[in-house]
């Protein structure tokens, strides 16, 4: 139970911080193309004028460090286990979950960075926090797909590396920001990116750790702790090479929901931001009354000079 509750609030998490940045960015680039510029944290509320509540400016920040530091303390806790009974294999799980805090510990350094920066204490570039974001990323992707290659259980393992391609997407995303950081296409990928990572922190849990979504043929271990590696398992080749095909094909659903998500974002900001931005247009002039009139005053003149 308290596994699936961590996965469903961590789920929770990145699909909001998705989703404001999706958002943000879009109404940023509505307003403003011209002047237009990927930020790694927009401010709250996702509005280029300035907000009478100040103190909500920083909300978003204050948030993401503190799911940081409870993500934090969770993977300390789950890691000093050493009953050999209760967790399997132990040292894997162990050092799996050290090195997951650690990355964790790191993302909390860069929302500090990122605190420091907007209230001009410390000023970093946006360039620079992008850059930092990126190897932050690749190190949640190199992790991820260590935990996957020293998995003893086959679900696992999938779910694992599957979050380790998406870890490398983001990191591939702030890569291009740091350098091109007016590419919207870029700043619209990363929020796709964290968004799709709760999505799919979610259906972890639901394939590890909820009976109805194990696949066919898979199972929990009764003696083992939820939530811990070599918890679920497949028993014949056949079973597991089916959950590795529904999973696949999970994730591609899960892919297009969030394409679908942003094409549904992206026109709804720009109808409503285009709107308010541009306001109502005036009626154009009549084409045919222009032709008379100025018809009218040639011949007048005309005959003036006649």
């Not at 109404?27 to 100040?54: C, D, E, T």
């Not at 990363?190 to 979610?202: H, R």
Request: aromatic share 10%; net charge neutral; with cysteine.
């Amino acid at each position: 139970m308290a596994a699936i509750l961590y996965n469903v609030l961590s789920s929770l998490g990145l699909v909001w911080l998705g989703l404001y940045h999706l958002i943000s960015a879009t109404v940023s680039h509505v307003k403003s193309p011209n002047s237009y510029s990927a930020k790694p944290l927009y401010p709250f509320p996702p509005s280029s004028s300035p907000s009478p509540h100040r103190r909500l400016r920083h909300l978003p920040l204050y948030l993401i460090t503190v799911a940081l530091l409870v993500a934090f303390i969770h993977q300390v806790i789950i890691s000093s286990e050493t009953d050999s009974l209760v967790k399997g294999h132990t040292p894997v799980h162990r050092f799996v979950s050290l090195q997951f805090a650690a990355v964790i510990f790191l993302f909390i350094i860069l929302a500090f960075c990122l605190l420091l920066s907007e209230s001009s204490l410390l000023p970093f570039s946006n360039d620079f926090i992008f850059a930092l974001g990126s190897v932050l990323f690749f190190l949640q992707y190199s992790v991820a797909a260590a935990a996957a290659s020293v998995q003893v259980s086959d679900l696992e393992a999938k779910c694992d590396s599957v979050s380790a391609r998406i870890s490398a997407f983001a990191a591939l995303t702030c890569l291009v920001l740091a350098f091109q950081p007016k590419l919207f296409a870029a700043d619209v990928g990363l929020g796709a990116a964290i968004f799709l990572q709760g999505l799919w922190v979610f259906q972890t849990g639901l394939t590890l750790h909820v009976d109805a979504f194990i696949p066919e043929g898979c199972h929990r271990l009764l003696d083992v702790v939820d939530g811990v590696e070599g918890s679920t398992k497949c028993v014949l080749d056949e079973s597991k090479l089916r959950a590795m095909a529904v999973l696949d094909l999970i994730f591609l659903v899960h892919v297009m929901l969030v394409v679908f998500i942003v094409m549904i974002t992206l026109a709804s900001v720009a109808k409503c931001v285009g709107v308010r931005r541009f306001g109502s247009y005036d009626s154009l002039p009549n084409p045919s009354h222009s032709e008379n009139s100025s018809i009218i005053q040639m011949k007048a003149l005309t005959g003036t000079q006649a």
